[in-house]
């Protein structure tokens, strides 16, 4: 498998990764199916995935190739960049003032997507692996992640990322009812 930084061409390839992994395209598969493989909630657009892979200083954008197909991608964002497009982020997380006021001095990472197809097991863990290495080379110290509890609880993500590294630091809650686990590792 070959990590490399995301271009235009590879568009495409990611919104197939991005389509299976979508819940709302997954009406049929039941909750225990759902929180044991993990899911995506929020797709993103072409447009914006263009204009993200533009902005080489507000991202790190990878993709993981097997054979020159798209198995996998990890989508992040300077922190600063994801404030700019989400601008009430601040005031939703609910964390010790200590870990935001860390939050914010640090150079930190946000990452608002990772995934990979079916059938691809170890992907995860190969693309946050380099993307860990890529940004502790432009500078980051901290990465910061969002991950679904309630009405669905992403077990994947949450195993994965505690395997990482990561710990819990707070809550997000969102809109329908959602409460997000906001986790956070020190690079
Ligand atoms: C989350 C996701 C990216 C994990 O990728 P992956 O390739 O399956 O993860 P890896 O195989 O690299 O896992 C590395 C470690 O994480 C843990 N882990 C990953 N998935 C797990 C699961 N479903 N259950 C328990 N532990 C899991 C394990 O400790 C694993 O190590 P092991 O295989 O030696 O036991 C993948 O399940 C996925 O694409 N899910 C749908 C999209 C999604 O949920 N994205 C996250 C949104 S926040």
Redesign the pocket.
């Known amino acids: 498998m070959e990590v490399s930084l995301a271009d235009e061409e590879d568009i495409d390839g990611v919104l197939a ?1 991005q389509k299976e ?1 979508l819940l709302a395209y997954r009406p049929e598969e039941s909750k225990t199916i759902l929180e ?6 929020y797709p993103t657009s072409a447009e914006e995935l263009r204009a993200i892979i533009q902005d080489k200083k507000g991202h790190i954008f990878l993709v993981a190739k097997e054979k020159e197909a798209i198995v ?1 991608y990890v989508l992040t964002y300077d922190l600063e960049t994801w404030i700019r497009s989400e601008a009430h982020w601040t005031e939703k997380i609910i964390v010790p003032e200590d870990v935001r006021a860390l939050l914010y001095r640090s150079k930190t990472l946000y ?1 608002r ?5 079916k059938g ?9 692996t380099e993307l860990f290495r890529l940004a502790k080379a432009r500078g980051y110290s901290l990465v910061v ?4 509890e309630k009405p669905h609880h ?4 949450t ?6 590294g990561f710990s819990k630091i707070g809550i997000k809650n969102d809109k329908g009812g959602r409460v997000w686990g906001v986790y956070a590792k020190k690079l």
């Open positions: 990764v992994q044991q493989e993990g899911f995506l909630i996998g990452l997507h990772v995934a990979r197809r691809f097991k170890g992907c995860g863990k190969i693309l946050e992640a969002e991950i679904l992403n077990i994947a993500s195993s994965l990322h505690v395997k990482l």
